[in-house]
């Protein structure tokens, strides 16, 4: 399982990288150096995180979702070129998720970023749009969502506090992450196989009654 290999890959990084500050500095996304040739920065800083909750909070919810996402991707497209479709998802959403934060921190020399939090969002976003009324909760909150209004209420969320500049979390990656996830499966799945993702994601949205919107876990 593709899912299952990057998340084992990542976790050993990310705890060697914990322990080791010149291997954190090395791979870390820092804009400047970045300015001065070394875009392998744009993909490895998705492989270090900054302690254990973040790691762990951005490996489950890759495994949740990178697993039906990839399962698709195979299923849809075929083994060999569902896997590929897959990896470069994963891959080039690292890079895409990023670079507005590059545009905007690219004279800043302290900023620094960590974590596969932009590329994650990908993932959930193309598993939102494959399965738009599977239901999704929300954390500490007893309620859950279809997916596809969990993934405008985080959108819009993310959107207000982006503008906010609240805390650390980098909330454009998310953004970014998120759109790119949704554009690049539309892409891939109407050219290899002709199928209009959008349009299976509206006709998956028809409901019956208000009532099927929320369900309320308690």
């Known amino acids: 399982m593709i899912t299952i290999t990057i998340i084992i890959l990542t976790t050993l990084l990310s705890i060697r990288a914990f ?12 804009p400047q150096k970045v300015k001065e040739g070394e875009w392998f920065r744009l993909f490895t800083y998705g492989a270090i995180h900054a302690d254990y909750p973040h790691l762990i909070f951005n490996m489950f919810t890759l495994y949740f ?8 991707c195979k299923s849809a497209l075929g083994s060999d070129i569902g896997s590929i479709t897959f990896i470069v998802l994963y891959i080039s959403s690292l890079a895409i998720s990023i670079l507005p934060t590059y545009s905007k921190q690219k004279n800043n020399s302290s900023y620094r970023g960590l974590g596969a939090s932009g590329t994650v969002s990908a993932i959930v976003f193309a598993y939102v749009l494959i399965n738009p009324m599977n239901f999704m909760g929300i954390m500490f909150i007893p309620v859950m969502l279809p997916a596809f209004l969990f993934g405008i209420i985080f959108l819009l969320v993310s959107f207000y506090l982006d503008r906010k500049q609240t805390g650390r979390i980098n909330h454009s990656a998310h953004i970014s992450g998120g759109i790119y996830g949704l554009l690049y499966m539309i892409a891939i799945f109407f050219v290899l196989e002709d199928i209009n993702l959008p349009a299976l994601f509206l006709d998956r949205i028809k409901i019956d009654s208000i009532s099927d919107l929320f369900y309320f876990g308690i």
Do not use: S, T
């Not at 500095?25 to 820092?30: A, R």
């Not at 979702?65 to 698709?72: C, K, S, T």
């Open 19 to 30: 322990k080791d500050n010149n291997m954190m500095d090395k791979l870390i996304f820092n």
């Open 65 to 72: 979702f990178g697993m039906d996402v990839e399962r698709i």
